[in-house]
């Protein structure tokens, strides 16, 4: 077992590895540009939308009352007709740097995981590679399961699903060598 105090310093770098790679994927490379499409007449949708007064939420439409609700002819009737829609309403002002942070302290979280799990495990004399995969494999796991959910029972594009798979990877692969190059010697 190795304290977790002696794994704080790789905790931070991991976390903060994941935020800058991760601010280079999202904002430098064109991988994830084609996550969202845009809607055609997205300034009518909008105007449309507007006077609904929609509160901050996730939303489903059309939405059953209940399970005996979603086999009845009518609302089967709606989804036949369609669109199926699956949305969130987010605030009209973006807050880049509460978000950012958000994001940052989320990153901290799954380094502080890895420690603890890794940590628990292995003592300091190991096989550095170990650390290479255990931690590695706790970030990844962390950063890429998430997402699943939300193409299995939302729809999102299995492709955004495999691109953030692909990202976490990059994140386990960094994070683990942080751990593994950090790592308390006996």
């Given at each position: 077992m190795t304290p977790l105090?002696?794994?704080?310093?790789?905790?931070?770098?991991?976390?903060?590895?994941?935020?800058?790679?991760?601010?280079?994927?999202?904002?430098?490379?064109?991988?994830?540009k084609g996550d969202y499409?845009?809607?055609?007449?997205?300034?009518?949708?909008?105007?449309?939308?507007?006077?609904?007064?929609?509160?901050?939420?996730?939303?489903?439409?059309?939405?059953?009352?209940?399970?005996?609700?979603?086999?009845?002819?009518?609302f089967l009737a709606k989804v036949a007709q369609g669109p199926v829609v699956v949305m969130t309403v987010r605030p009209g002002?973006?807050?880049?740097?509460?978000?950012?942070?958000?994001?940052?302290?989320?990153?901290?979280?799954v380094a502080l995981i890895a420690a603890c799990m890794t940590g628990a495990v292995f003592g300091p004399a190991v096989d550095h590679r170990h650390i290479l995969h255990y931690a590695g494999g706790i970030t990844f796991l962390c950063y890429a399961m998430g997402a699943a959910p939300l193409s299995i029972w939302y729809g999102r594009k299995w492709s955004t699903t495999f691109k953030n798979a692909l990202d976490s990877l990059i994140y386990g692969a960094a994070s683990g060598a942080i751990f593994m190059l950090m790592w308390p010697q006996a």
């Open positions: 105090t002696s794994l704080l310093l790789p905790t931070v770098l991991s976390a903060v590895a994941v935020f800058v790679l991760s601010s280079i994927i999202h904002m430098a490379m064109p991988w994830h499409a845009k809607v055609p007449d997205e300034d009518g949708l909008m105007a449309a939308m507007r006077p609904f007064k929609l509160p901050l939420g996730d939303y489903l439409m059309p939405r059953p009352s209940s399970g005996a609700d979603m086999k009845s002819p009518e002002s973006w807050n880049m740097g509460a978000t950012m942070g958000t994001w940052f302290l989320f990153t901290l979280l």
